[in-house]
């Protein structure tokens, strides 16, 4: 059963920016839902909107099945944590992550007891009589994330939470953002442009683009099975490969080469899609290239290589690098290839 439903969902702002263009988005109860796509494609207003920040042009918010669409944002009973800090500057660390339980009127010795329990939780405890000036920006954020943690809302909606964090705390606070989801079993919607933040966070990856969902689903689906092209390209780094060419007769062809398809697919154009990674080296690969780039990544590399076929990415592991210019051959684990309509875009 949904807990959280959008419903034709859209905001055209007063400058006539439309930036999200009608969106329906069920979410279940306790599931963490990672609203993702690049800047500008409608992530931040729609986390606004169901915070009650923004007010959406038409459609309806329904929260536990009752309509919050209305609503004050005070009323909706939800947690927010921004990118930035957004701290009480003259409240010591306690205070602030007290103070939302002191605006619900909870009584003094429970406002400390539970705050005690979040600060340490996320490790905060040396630091509760300090001033948000006296921490580094990554203990403010663990501050700003222990306040939207102290109370139990119906929902918690975070935008970027980590985005202005180094590698490490990011790591660090994810690890904990997700502890205490499972945790407490609050229905999250979170949005970031970070596709590894979403991969690894979510129940539910929604991949955004000019203010429309392109495709959702658990994060191997839309790895494994994108709805698009835009999808296919958007998730991975580097994102699928495609290659242009027709279906002919169960095999896939260009110009001098041809692979076996191993599902059934009609006769005509179609754009092949394939990951880096079920790319191979073959000498005896149909598709013949010449390396244009190797980019070492420790635990693998990325050649980059110019073929009949453009530009094509494959990773490789446990192998030595390769020259600029050698000529390699190519094969594909047709498998985990994914056909496109090139007309539509759409996969087939
Ligand atoms: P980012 O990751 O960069 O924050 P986003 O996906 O969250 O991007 P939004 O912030 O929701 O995108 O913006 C969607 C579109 O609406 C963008 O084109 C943005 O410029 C525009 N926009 C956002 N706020 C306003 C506003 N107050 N007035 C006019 N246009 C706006």
Same mark, same amino acid.
């Given at each position: 059963?949904?807990?959280?439903?959008?419903?034709?969902?859209?905001?055209?702002?007063?400058? %006539? /920016?439309?930036?999200?263009?009608?969106?329906?988005?069920?979410?279940?109860?306790?599931?963490?839902?990672?609203?993702?796509?690049?800047?500008?494609?409608?992530?931040?207003? /729609?986390?606004?909107?169901?915070? %009650?920040? #923004?007010?959406? /042009?038409? %459609?309806?918010? #329904?929260?536990?099945?009752?309509?919050? /669409?209305?609503?004050?944002?005070? $009323?909706?009973?939800?947690?927010?944590?921004?990118?930035?800090?957004?701290?009480?500057?003259?409240? !010591?660390?306690? #205070?602030?992550?007290?103070?939302?339980?002191?605006?619900?009127?909870?009584?003094? $010795?429970?406002? !400390?007891?539970?705050?005690?329990?979040?600060?340490? !939780?996320?490790g905060l405890n040396s630091l509760a009589e300090l001033l948000p000036e006296q921490l580094s920006g990554g203990d403010q954020q663990r501050v700003a994330l222990a306040r939207a943690m102290v109370r139990r809302p119906r929902l918690y909606l975070m935008d970027e939470p980590l985005g202005t964090l180094d590698v490490e705390l990011r790591l660090e606070l994810r690890e904990l953002i997700r502890a205490q989801q499972l945790e407490t079993g609050v229905t999250t919607l979170y949005v970031t442009h970070d596709q590894e933040e979403a991969m690894s966070l979510a129940d539910r990856v929604v991949v955004m683009e000019g203010g429309l969902i392109r495709q959702q689903g658990p994060p191997d689906q839309v790895y494994d099975r994108p709805a698009d092209l835009f999808v296919a390209h958007f998730i991975g780094s580097p994102g699928m490969n495609f290659i242009a060419g027709q279906v002919r007769a169960g095999r896939f062809a260009g110009e001098g080469w041809s692979l076996p398809l191993a599902q059934v697919f009609p006769d005509g154009p179609a754009t092949l899609g394939v990951r880096p990674e079920y790319l191979r080296l073959d000498p005896e690969g149909p598709l013949r290239g010449r390396v244009a780039m190797d980019e070492y990544l420790g635990a693998c590399r990325y050649l980059y290589l110019d073929t009949p076929a453009g530009r094509l990415a494959v990773r490789v592991e446990g192998e030595g690098g390769r020259a600029v210019g050698e000529e390699v051959g190519l094969s594909a684990e047709m498998g985990r290839v994914r056909l496109f309509d090139p007309a539509t875009g759409r996969g087939r």
């Open positions: 059963m949904s807990f959280l439903c959008l419903r034709g969902l859209e905001k055209t702002y007063p400058d %006539g /920016t439309r930036a999200v263009g009608g969106i329906d988005l069920e979410c279940g109860e306790g599931e963490f839902v990672v609203l993702l796509g690049p800047s500008g494609c409608g992530k931040t207003t /729609t986390l606004r909107m169901v915070a %009650g920040l #923004e007010t959406p /042009t038409a %459609g309806c918010i #329904e929260v536990g099945g009752g309509e919050i /669409t209305s609503l004050p944002p005070g $009323a909706r009973d939800v947690g927010f944590v921004f990118q930035f800090y957004a701290l009480y500057p003259h409240l !010591r660390v306690r #205070e602030n992550v007290e103070f939302p339980l002191a605006c619900m009127g909870v009584k003094k $010795a429970d406002r !400390r007891q539970r705050a005690s329990e979040v600060l340490q !939780r996320l």
